[in-house]
T-cell receptor, first 110, second 115 residues
Framework: TQLLEQSPQFLSIQEGENLTVYCNSS?????LQWYRQEPGEGPVLLVT?????EVKKLKRLTFQFGDARKDSSLHITAAQPGDTGLYLC??????????FGQGTTLQVKP | AAGVIQSPRHLIKEKRETATLKCYPI?????VYWYQQGPGQDPQFLIS???????DKGSIPDRFSAQQFSDYHSELNMSSLELGDSALYFC??????????????FGPGTRLTVL
């Protein structure tokens, strides 16, 4: 059974601070997705990483896929209150179904 | 850009009733996935379809069934509803070819409440 461990589960920081969210597994995934979800709404895709060692940047967000394609990280630079939300990592299995991590609830205080 | 459409957005049912959830994928997307998300939990995979054929099945109760139609929309049929079925149900769509298949776009969800 493929599992994704996401940490930390909760994070409360001040505006302007940096943070990193980790997503780890003992299994290899064909790709890994990062989503952001607002309460009661569907997850919104932020990025897909496919190649081991791949790094993608989306403004102040930097996503990295581990060399062995078992882990990933999301780094936010100079966090802003608008970054507040639930961040989910999800690994794609052989058939495309997504295995989600437990999520990280981020609160950025002004 | 067009997104995934789900209907209804909210549904209230009594125990033992039936419910039908509909999903309209992004145009040209041929793959549909259904996920269930309980309160405070991450989404759990239920079932998926590629080109109108079931491609994978997760922890979906036997009381649930689903299909994908010729226009690629999908319906999730839920019978003998139980209190524990109360959750957010998401549909996601993607193109069926790897690695694009993994890039799934989610709909806004249907909130099912079973009383």
């Amino acid at each position: 059974t493929q599992l994704l461990e996401q940490s930390p589960q909760f994070l409360s920081i001040q505006e302007g601070e940096n943070l990193t969210v980790y997503c780890n597994s003992s299994s290899v995934f064909s790709s890994l997705q990062w989503y952001r979800q607002e309460p009661g709404e569907g997850p919104v895709l932020l990025v897909t990483v496919v190649t081991g060692g791949e790094v993608k940047k989306l403004k102040r967000l930097t996503f990295q896929f581990g060399d062995a394609r078992k882990d990933s990280s999301l780094h936010i630079t100079a966090a802003q209150p608008g970054d507040t939300g639930l961040y989910l990592c999800a690994g794609a299995g052989d058939t495309g179904k997504l295995i989600f991590g437990q999520g990280t609830t981020l609160q950025v205080k002004p | 850009a067009a997104g995934v459409i789900q209907s209804p957005r909210h549904l209230i049912k009594e125990k033992r009733e039936t419910a039908t959830l509909k999903c309209y994928p992004i145009p040209r997307h041929d793959t549909v996935y259904w996920y269930q998300q309980g309160p405070g939990q991450d989404p759990q995979f239920l079932i998926s379809f590629y080109e109108k054929m079931q491609s994978d099945k997760g922890s979906i109760p036997d009381r649930f069934s689903a299909q994908q139609f010729s226009d690629y929309h999908s319906e999730l049929n839920m019978s003998s509803l139980e209190l524990g079925d109360s959750a957010l149900y998401f549909c996601a769509s993607s193109l069926g070819t790897v690695p694009l298949r993994d890039e799934q776009f989610f709909g806004p969800g249907t909130r099912l409440t079973v009383l």
